[in-house]
Structures are given as C-alpha cells and as structure tokens.
C-alpha cells in the first residue's frame, strides 16, 4: 500500500464545496472520480478540511491510500487528465503510511479579496466581493491587530459547527491595496466555521465606520456571534496553504 498526497487547486465557483455530497457536484467528488478511474479503485481522499460553496483554493491538500503502482510524480498528471478545467491537481508524492492531511496539519493561510470600487467588475465576479463605497484602509489596519493572539473565536463562527473547543491562534494577519483591490492574508493554527469570512466582515464594518477600530477585542471576549460583522462573501476566499 501507498499514501499519496496531493497539493490542489480550483474554482470553486461550480461546486457545492469540498466535500463530497449527494446529488452535488463537489470538488472532493470529482477528485474520487478521477482516481478512481485511473487506478480502478474505491479510493478514500481524506482533505485537509472542507470549503464551501463558491470558495477557491490555490494549496488544499489531500491524500490517498492506493495499490497502484504510478509514479508518485504522474499522478498528477494522470488524475489531471480526467478533471475538468477548473481543478488542477499541482503536486503529487509519496508520503508515509501514517500522514493524515487533516489530522496531521498544523495551521493554514488564506486570502481574501474585495473589489473597492464604485462600478462593479465583471471580470472579478466569481473571484472578489464587491464593495462599491469607500473604505478606511487605515482605520481596519488597526483594527486587524486586535485578532493576533490566542482567543476564544466563538463569536466568529457561524452556526451549525458541532466543534467545542473554539479557542484558535492568529499567527498573523495583513491587509494590502493594490489599486482596486484590498487583500487580506490571515494565517492560523485552525480555523472555525466561516471564520476567516467573519473577520473580513467585521473588519469591513469597522472600514465603513459601523464599527469603532477598537471594538474588536471586547467582540471577541462577548464570544457572541450577533456582536460581530456580517459574514463576507464566499466568492472572495482562497486556501492559500496548509502547514505540516
């Protein structure tokens, strides 16, 4: 047996998400599909963790335990050939028996894209939120440093997570213009469900002055979710990494 693990990317702008769903196309899915084409087994691909409908990734990884005796480099291409275009698989290779691509990560980065001007951009439809007023890129710089840290981040969690332990750390966060648009990176040990959207939000109503730029810190220890901002988009996320 072999454990292969697979770095991806895709658009996520036609799938109900990662995870594998009756009757729903998923990227997750598609991914089994393929394998199971090309290796003529019933493959198990465990992901590093779910996206939702409309997310994109640029570095989720997953794995898989297989007989076959493809070269861990071909994979790729192989699995590749009987995606569609908006999934690519961009790195394959051997990892040891034991690797979980869940279990075994120890945080994640990703990105956030909003379009900041007053007309809208077709271009930017499925990839960006787009927000037609004006924003105090000043006053959410500040903002964002109140998220560093360890915290209870169950006020920026959507319902429906049956998780417990809410307590997550920020190892950093940013927040960058370049000309239309403004790029948020946030990097963590973990993150809860819709969190890095909630973040965004927040941040978005501290941008527009719904929010004061010093609230953030008393949001997080109401441990409220109807305390923080609105949860952005789903178009506008990108997994960017996960680390080992």
Known sequence: ???????????????????????????????????????????NLIGSGRTDSGVH???????????SKIPEDKFSYAIN?????????????????????????????????IYNRPIRSPLYKNYAYHIPYELDFEKMNVAKEQFLGTHDFKAFMSSGSEIEDTVR????????KQDSLIIFQVEGNGFLYNMVRIIVGTLVEVGNGKKEKDSISQIIKSKNRMSAGHTAPANGLYLEKVFY
Do not use: C
């Open 57 to 67: 990734a640029k570095g989720q990884v997953a794995n898989f335990i297989t007989n």
């Open 169 to 176: 750390t920020i190892h950093s966060i940013s927040i960058t």
């Open 1 to 43: 047996m072999r454990n292969i693990k697979l770095t991806i990317e895709y658009e996520g702008t036609n799938y109900h998400g990662w995870q594998v769903q009756p009757n729903a196309i998923t990227v997750q899915g598609e991914i089994v599909k393929a394998i199971n084409n090309i290796t003529k087994e019933n493959v």
């Open 81 to 113: 050939s009987q995606l569609p275009l908006d999934i690519a698989i961009t790195k394959s290779e051997e990892v040891p028996i034991d690797f979980h691509s869940r279990y075994d990560a120890i945080g994640k980065r990703y990105r956030y894209l």
